[in-house]
């Protein structure tokens, strides 16, 4: 089993910013990636920054690239993400998930998912 506790979701005025965390344990040796998506209500789940285990590489998707910074402590198995000057648009359910590089970052390709922290931007 391979679990996934997201941490860090509140409600903010547009302009601050906040910092995710994601913690995974168990057996997650067939993973090498963790990424974060996002779902706002009636909205699909959109993949927003994913990054290897060995922290080297990075992906993001172009609506989140500049204020969006997905990091990883491999001693303490957490990723982070640090979103900045955080808008009413990015209100959402952001969900922590673990894969293999490469599809980890798309819905059907992450394996294991977390329960999500909400976020709430306020104008």
């Known amino acids: 089993q391979v679990h996934l506790v997201e941490s860090g979701g509140g409600s903010v005025q547009a302009g601050g910013s906040l910092r995710l965390s994601c913690t995974i344990s168990?057996?997650?040796?067939?993973?090498?990636?963790m990424a974060w998506f996002r779902q706002a209500p009636g909205k699909e789940r959109e993949g927003v920054a994913a990054i290897h285990n060995n922290g080297l590489f990075t992906k993001y998707a172009d609506s989140v690239k500049g204020r969006f910074t997905i990091s990883r402590d491999s001693a303490k198995d957490t990723a982070y993400l640090q979103i900045l000057n955080l808008q009413p648009e990015d209100s959402a359910t952001y969900y922590c998930a673990a894969g293999v590089w490469g599809a980890c970052m798309t819905v059907p390709g992450a394996q294991y998912w977390g329960q999500g922290t909400q976020v709430t931007v306020s104008s």
């Open positions: 168990g057996d997650n040796v067939m993973t090498n990636c």
